[in-house]
């Protein structure tokens, strides 16, 4: 379910013509969402609120599961050249065996508890080889690039 909030702000390229209207707060309850594939095998379900005036900013919520034989292979998150983006990962149940996040570079890296960049260093769940693993992934992401004064 995707709510909208407030008035729309028309957003407009760099040539000034208008591509694209978008709701200045927009709430997304996400259903979940299973990827079975050779780069993934995880369910998650995403939560995410999106302010967009006057700068870009988006925190995110998403509950994964990995079932026994369930995976992430390694890959980088993508964003836009001016945004960044910063994860907080609360292990809530560990695998028996496998499942274990590897980063290039973590910020915080404890058992449980996890800071780290997806769109600057690497990353990948290793395979979970018995049991499951159940994770709490809260996200921000931010843009600094000013955006075009409010129509309210």
Known sequence: MKIDFLRVLPQRDERKRLIRKAALVTINFGKWVHLDGTRAKVRYRPFEINIRWPFSLQFQLHINEYDTGGFLSQHM???????????IQFVTQNAEQGGMLICEKFIV????????????????????????????????????????????
């Open 77 to 87: 998150d993508y964003i836009l050249e001016q945004e960044r983006q910063y994860r």
């Open 109 to 152: 890296n404890w058992r449980r508890f996890k800071i780290f960049e997806p769109c600057k260093w690497k990353h990948e769940v290793t395979p979970v080889t018995e049991g499951r693993r159940r994770v709490w992934n809260f996200g921000v992401r931010f843009a600094f690039k000013y955006l075009s004064p409010s129509p309210i």
